[in-house]
C-alpha cells in the first residue's frame, strides 16, 4: 500500500511544521498545497524537503482535487489542515494500519479541537473528520467551496486521533465563521437545499457544545463565550441560504453557477472581509 498525505496551506508558518512532520512520518509521499502564502511557509516546506504545489486559491474541492491529481501514484490519501497535527501514538496506529487490509472506501478519525484562549488551553470538543481516503473516490470538485466530506458510501472509524488549533481569540474565529456562513449558503444554494428555522440553530449548536459535549466544564466562561460564537455559525449560515433564496446576492450566485471560482472568494470578501 502507498499511501500519499497531503495538506493545503495558506500564511501557516506557526503550525504548519508541526503538520508537515506528522504527514512526513507516516506517508510515503507528501505534498504541500501552497494557495498564496507570503510568511515564509514556502521556504518551511522547502527545507523541509517536502513537495510543494502552487495553486490559486478557489476554495478547498479545487485544491484537494489538484492534490489528488498530483499523488495520482498513492493507494490511499490521508490529508490534513494545516493547523491540524499528531502526537506519536496517532502516528503509530496509522503505521499500523498501514498493515492491513482496509474494508472501506474512506475512514473518519477523532479530531480533537483546542482552545487557545489568552493565557488558557483546554479541549473543546471531539469530532469525526474525514481524513482518510481510497485514492478512486478521491473525487473532489471545485464547487465544494468549504469543507465538505466526499459523499461515499462505505466509511469506517479509525481510533486515532488528530489535534487542532481550533480557536486563539473569540473575535477573529467570528469572522472566520461570518465568511463561510456565506460561502455555505451559496453553495446549499446552489445544490436546492432546504432551509431551517436559523433561530433554532444556535441555541441548539451551543447546547452540543457547551453542555453535551463538556467544553463548559473544562474552560469555564471562556468556554461558553466560544462556543456562543461557534454556534452563531449556524443559524448565520441559515440566515445566508434564505438570503439567497430570496435572490439577493445574485452577482455572488452567477459567478458560482459559471465556475469562476476564484471571482466567487473575491466577492464574498467584499462582503465578508476576513
Not at 94 to 107: F, R
Not at 198 to 211: C, G, H
Request: some cysteine; charged content about 25%.
Amino acid at each position: 500500500m502507498r499511501l500519499g498525505g497531503f495538506v493545503i496551506h495558506g500564511n501557516n508558518a506557526d503550525t504548519l511544521e508541526s503538520c508537515l512532520k506528522s504527514l512526513c512520518e507516516v506517508c510515503d509521499e507528501v505534498l504541500a498545497v501552497d494557495s498564496g502564502s507570503d510568511d515564509g511557509s514556502a521556504s518551511l516546506v522547502q527545507r523541509m524537503g517536502v513537495r510543494a504545489l502552487s495553486h490559486p486559491w478557489q476554495g478547498y474541492g479545487a485544491a484537494r482535487a489538484a492534490a489528488a491529481a498530483a499523488l495520482e501514484g498513492c493507494d490511499w490519501l490521508f490529508y490534513l489542515d494545516s493547523d491540524e497535527w499528531m502526537e506519536p501514538k496517532a502516528c503509530k496506529l496509522l503505521l499500523q494500519w498501514k498493515k492491513t487490509t482496509p474494508k472501506a472506501q474512506g475512514y473518519r478519525v477523532v479530531r480533537h479541537d483546542w482552545a487557545e484562549l489568552e493565557s488558557s488551553r483546554f479541549l473543546y470538543r471531539r469530532q469525526h473528520r474525514l481524513r482518510l481516503v481510497h485514492s478512486q473516490v478521491a473525487r473532489w470538485t471545485p464547487q465544494m467551496i468549504v469543507h465538505e466530506s466526499l459523499p461515499l458510501k462505505n466509511v469506517l472509524r479509525l481510533p486515532l486521533c488528530i489535534e487542532h488549533r481550533f480557536a486563539t481569540y473569540i473575535e477573529g474565529r467570528a469572522r472566520k465563521e461570518e465568511f463561510y456562513a456565506l460561502l455555505w449558503g451559496l453553495r446549499a444554494h446552489a445544490e436546492g437545499r432546504k432551509s431551517k428555522w436559523p433561530l433554532l440553530q444556535r441555541p441548539a449548536l451551543f447546547v452540543r457544545d457547551a453542555l453535551l459535549a463538556g467544553s463548559l466544564f473544562r474552560g469555564g466562561l471562556k468556554a461558553a463565550r466560544l462556543a456562543w460564537q461557534v454556534a452563531a455559525y449556524h443559524q448565520r449560515k441559515y440566515e445566508r441560504l434564505a438570503e439567497f433564496k430570496r435572490g439577493l446576492h445574485m452577482e455572488l450566485v452567477e459567478t458560482f453557477e459559471a465556475g469562476q471560482f476564484s471571482r466567487v472568494f473575491e466577492l464574498a470578501r467584499k462582503l465578508v472581509p476576513v
